[in-house]
């Protein structure tokens, strides 16, 4: 499931709004949905997304924080690190490699440390 997917389906399962009847009204499949949700398509259009935010109906935070999880939504990411250090190139491969056996606790320490270096380095 993607950072968006999950975000839909919190949204659904509080305001107790079936796949089915968020599809019909974002004039989309009940199956393309679905597949948004765990992960199987790729990052919704920005329309969609400006649909799924009216849908909804949510405030300018709730809003944003959508737009930026549809952003981090992509579970097919390409990293190119051409010209870069070698580093670069092993922890991108690493991750490539590695990722699908860290256990949640893992992932969620990786985040936090990626967070706070990449706000160090102002990136």
Do not use: C
């Amino acid at each position: 499931m993607t950072p968006l997917g999950a975000k839909i389906r919190e949204l659904r399962q509080k305001r107790n709004v079936s796949l089915k009847e968020m599809a019909a009204a974002l004039s989309v499949s009940s199956a393309y949905l679905s597949a948004l949700e765990h992960g199987k398509r790729g990052k919704p259009t920005w329309f969609l997304v400006q649909r799924i935010i009216t849908y909804f109906n949510v405030i300018w935070d709730e809003a944003e924080e959508i737009q930026r999880l549809a952003e981090l939504s992509d579970p097919r990411v390409t990293i190119d690190t051409s010209g870069m250090d070698p580093r670069a190139t092993e922890l991108a491969n690493r991750l490539g490699t590695n990722i699908a056996g860290l256990s949640q606790e893992s992932l969620d320490h990786l985040l936090h440390q990626l967070r706070v270096v990449s706000a160090k380095d102002g990136v």
